[in-house]
């Protein structure tokens, strides 16, 4: 599986990249540069994940930004929002560490 963070958490993707995971900016993956030259709106985004998708080669978005998140998911390409998954992870954790009766 392929990776792409956006600009809110970049910092993220050489993280993954250590773990072996294939993570990538958007400025990486869209203008193929690890600087940020230019703003990359959502569309131009959503535009790009489409397109590599169609060419069979799917890219999961990982983003803390609500909309991208939203546009992505009604498109039904695989999306990563972080704020869900912490909250997923503090509810296991949270319920795992309740005590049996």
Not at 15 to 23: P, Q
Not at 49 to 61: M, Y
Not at 67 to 95: C, F, G
Request: hydrophobic share 35%; net charge negative.
């Amino acid at each position: 599986m392929k990776y792409m963070v956006d600009e809110m958490i970049e910092n993220l993707a050489p993280i993954l990249r250590e773990e072996g995971v294939d993570c990538r900016t958007i400025y990486e993956w869209i203008d193929g540069k690890r600087q940020k030259s230019r703003k990359i709106d959502d569309a131009e985004v959503r535009k790009f994940l489409k397109d590599r998708k169609q060419k069979g080669d799917e890219i999961t978005l990982i983003t803390s930004d609500r909309d991208s998140w939203r546009h992505v998911d009604v498109d039904e390409m695989p999306v990563i929002y972080v704020q869900n998954a912490l909250k997923d992870y503090i509810t296991r954790l949270e319920k795992s560490s309740i005590p049996e009766k």
